[in-house]
């Protein structure tokens, strides 16, 4: 079974810029989670969509925002970038949201904004 | 607030022995306290997820216990490609986002 795939893998952006990273579950997935990561702040978490709808926020500024498809790709998007926007954004899938259901992470997209 | 610390951030061992990580957290209402390992570069790899006091759980050399304000993962004669950053995260119930911890970074040395 294919793990979670996310594209791209790296970008360089300048700031004030907007970027869009791409997410695809596991087969059969419908939640779908956004985490960035940074060496200061560790892993944080950005939203969470299932069944087309964002169900959970995290502590973000309104620049940050994302969707979800019917077949549960996501996408998030970064308006106007910033320097502090560097970091490693990370998706990760679960079969749904119930308590026993397991979070599989892919492998990142590491963004530099110059 | 929940909140997850893990200790220590950095841990040097020789192939052989054998040591534990801790992570401590205070979370409103456990619905699961999970590890994972990341290596350099990548995305965080499942481990263990841990629902109540007294669960263990283990893989291979590993070995996660949980009570009801820390978790330990055990390493049991750790090998070279056992060197990784560990994460602790938990989830409180009614909420699917996870908090993580800052990550144990573990070197094994031959």
């Known amino acids: 079974k294919a793990g979670v795939t996310q594209t791209p893998r790296y970008l360089i952006k300048t700031r004030g810029q907007q970027v869009t990273l791409s997410c695809s579950p596991i087969?059969?997935?419908?939640?779908v989670s956004w985490y960035q990561q940074t060496p200061g702040q560790g892993l944080q978490f950005l939203f969470e969509?299932?069944?087309?709808?964002?169900?959970n926020k995290g502590n973000f500024p309104g620049r940050f925002s994302g969707r979800q498809f019917s077949n549960s790709r996501s996408e998030m998007n970064v308006s106007t970038l910033e320097l502090g926007d560097s970091a490693l954004y990370l998706c990760?899938?679960?079969?749904?949201?119930?308590?026993?259901?397991?979070?599989?992470f892919g492998p990142g997209t590491r963004l530099t904004v110059l | 607030e929940d909140q997850v610390t893990q200790s220590p951030e950095a841990l040097r061992l020789q192939e052989g022995e054998s040591s534990s990580l801790n992570c401590s957290y205070t979370?409103?209402?456990?619905?699961?306290l999970f590890w994972y390992r990341q290596d350099p570069g990548k995305g965080p790899e499942f481990l263990f997820t841990?629902?109540?006091a007294g669960e263990e759980k283990e893989k291979e050399r590993l070995k996660a216990t949980l009570t009801k304000k820390e978790s330990f993962l055990h390493i049991t004669a750790p090998k070279p490609e056992d060197s990784a950053t560990y994460l602790c995260a938990v989830q409180a119930r009614g909420n699917n986002d996870m908090r993580f911890g800052a990550g144990t970074r573990l070197t094994v040395k031959p």
């Open positions: 841990l629902y109540s």
């Open positions: 969509y299932f069944s087309e709808t964002q169900r």
């Open positions: 979370v409103s209402g456990l619905r699961g």
């Open positions: 990760a899938s679960s079969r749904d949201r119930a308590s026993t259901d397991t979070q599989y």
């Open positions: 087969s059969g997935h419908r939640s």
